[in-house]
């Protein structure tokens, strides 16, 4: 989840939807000028900027104690509580905002982040689809609502959240964030022709950006480019040596390059960084298979199935290797139990195929 609201005067009033505050305080009658805003909202926004956020709710309850039904007055204490890490209280605001203004975007918007925050995947798209209808021209409230619709997960989750990236990158082709997520959504469906121009359009605004090379790296890796996807992750790698995803995805690139002892060793390493990742076992068994370690490969993968049951992959590879092993009885035993995993066609036939060719 991604917090927009880059200072407070944005938070206030852009972001809110409220309406035109003065930007600079009224003269005086003698012609000098206020050292301070008058109007409460901008106010609290300079205090916030300055690091006060208990003085800029203050200024707003004094307000709201002078007009309790003002809802742009209302939402502005939501955000001081929120900045002082009072989140039930700030929603709390945010509904009485609400009960006054229903489609007040600020409120809509705000509450969802939070919802995204605290996994609270269905309240969050509640929130973020009527922050979205009632500004579909912000970019963020389509991205988050993406985060909130993956999140939650479901059969339609990838081409719902899709839709709404989609819907995000028309409005800011150059945001980062928006197009690396609609990227790897496309990558995951093969759309690869979709997912270059997201990350070209992204590319100019920060091409050493470590999270775009891995967003290049998985693209390469799926078009089958070993070498460009290992360009892309030691880039990546350069800014950030210790990120578990980057080192993973440099070893299968190195995989595609047959450089499978290389492989080996960095997967074993990340097998003790990161245990519970069923990939990681997934491929320290596909590079031990390439090197003619049957026994051992196996061992690998029965991990990775241990800590994800319905990897489709790994169904797919150890039944390879059953049939490598001779084991067909195994081999046809673990075919009938990915016929009721998947009705993938790919998966099946490459599955159906090693056990056509299994001999004792």
Known sequence: MRQTLASAVVLLCVLGGCDSKPTTPPEDPDGAESLEPSD????????????????????LEDALAKTPDDH???FSK???????????EALAAWDATLAKEPDFFGALHAKGAVYVEREAWDEAIVALQAAASA???????HYNLALAILGRGGPDSVSQAQKALE???SLDAEDLDVALLLADLYVKQNRLDDARPVLEGAAGHMPQDARFQASLGRLELKAGDGAAALAAFDKALAVSAEDVGYQLGQAQALLRLNRSEEAETKLAALSERAPESAVVWLEWGTALAKQGKFGPALEKMDEALRRAPHLISAQVRRIGLLSDLGRCKDAKAAMRTLRE???APGALSVAQGAVS???R
């Open 40 to 59: 409460p909202i901008e106010a609290a926004a300079k205090k916030m900027a300055d690091g006060d956020s208990q003085g800029a709710l203050a200024v």
């Open 72 to 74: 742009e007055l209302l």
């Open 78 to 88: 939501g955000v001081a509580l929120r900045k002082l890490g009072r989140t039930d």
């Open 135 to 141: 500004k579909p021209d912000y970019a963020d409230a």
């Open 167 to 169: 819907t995000a990158n």
């Open 341 to 343: 995993a998947t009705e």
């Open 357 to 359: 060719r299994c001999k």
